[in-house]
């Protein structure tokens, strides 16, 4: 078994020296670093946050739930705008996916349906 987590580390050693990770990590960094992206992000998740609220209420105050609604929809533009986080936000979908795509193909392999190389162009990708 100590084998097994030996590789899981190597692994994660190699996914940390992958060109995306050191992609992602750049933009997490530029991310900490950007007073205007945080808060802007901050701005949002508050909306969010209220909107969920007053929908766990039941929605009773409707004008409520419609102004927040309406600052919810501007915070989401502003976010949309955001060059820093429309980067990291792509950056943390590419390596979520390449982590994916690696814990099928491990899966797979386990289950002796070794077929899969990797490369997703001729076929549908993992299941």
Known sequence: ??????????LGDML???ELFKKLEKARNDFDND??????LF??????R??????????????ALKE???ALREAAEK?????IIKELITLEQRFNNMTNQVINIIKATAFGDDACSGD???CSGCH
Do not use: P, W
């Open 1 to 10: 078994m100590n084998d097994i987590f030996t590789k899981a580390r190597e």
């Open 16 to 18: 940390a020296d992958s």
């Open 35 to 40: 007073m205007e992206a945080r808060e802007t």
């Open 43 to 48: 701005g949002y998740n508050e909306c969010h």
């Open 50 to 63: 209220r909107v969920e609220k007053l929908i766990s209420e039941g929605g009773k105050d409707q004008e």
């Open 68 to 70: 927040a609604n309406a």
């Open 79 to 83: 976010l949309d705008k955001n060059e």
């Open 120 to 122: 997703c162009s001729g």
